[in-house]
């Protein structure tokens, strides 16, 4: 009835791929020492899909995790002071009384979006390359800066779950069924496209 490489089976298959990717992710970040090995595995995967490689969802995910724990240790970290700082914001602004000054406020809310930013490239770049930490990050902030649109795109796709609530607070139950279903691997997924140009124009030259 449907021929297999028909766009509703393509379809269906991407989403069936995407699902079982962001369950697994979500599951791996269950345990927070392994969350930034979970993002470099995630994107591993997806970088994958995207150059149109043959890929076992599941399994490459596994792998990567395995391979990347020590790689991404630093980045973990640095996810977690993102996180801790998202976190600390959204409080202050919903909190009824004034917790910090506002100055503050947009001080700390600046060092997020770059924190955020510069992690946008940070564990792709793990993920695709092998190099010391410290030259990833190096990698991470001249590509964040040479290619501030892109920048801007990866930043947005990433922060996009809080924004919604934000800007819609009665979307926090369905913003949250989705990214648990599907939101995290399809925010990576979307972010490999424009990633994977990049990368291979890099290799290119």
């Known amino acids: 009835m449907f021929q297999s490489d028909s766009f509703l089976i393509r379809f269906l298959t991407k989403t069936c791929d995407l699902l079982f990717l962001n369950i697994m992710f979500v599951l791996s970040c269950a345990t927070i020492i392994f969350s930034g090995a979970a993002v470099t595995s ?74 955020t930013a510069l992690l946008s490239w940070l564990f792709p770049l793990l993920a695709r390359f092998e190099n010391t930490f410290s030259r990833h990050l190096n990698n991470a902030v001249r590509l964040s800066l040479a290619n501030l649109p892109v920048t801007f795109l990866l930043t947005a796709v990433n922060l996009l779950p809080l924004l919604l609530c934000l800007l819609i607070p009665p979307s926090l139950g369905v913003v949250f069924a989705f990214w648990l279903l599907f939101g995290f691997a399809a925010g990576a997924w979307v972010n490999s496209f424009y990633l994977n140009r990049i990368f291979q124009a890099l290799q290119g030259g």
Do not use: H
């Open 42 to 115: 995630l994107y591993a995967v997806t970088l994958k899909m995207m150059r149109g490689q043959d890929c076992a969802p599941i399994k490459d995910f596994l792998r990567a995790l395995r391979e990347n724990f020590l790689p991404s240790f630093p980045a973990t970290i640095l996810l977690f002071v993102d996180v801790t700082l998202l976190a600390v914001l959204r409080t202050a602004l919903y909190a009824e009384m004034l917790l910090m000054p506002p100055t503050l406020f947009v001080l700390l809310a600046i060092i997020t979006i770059l924190s």
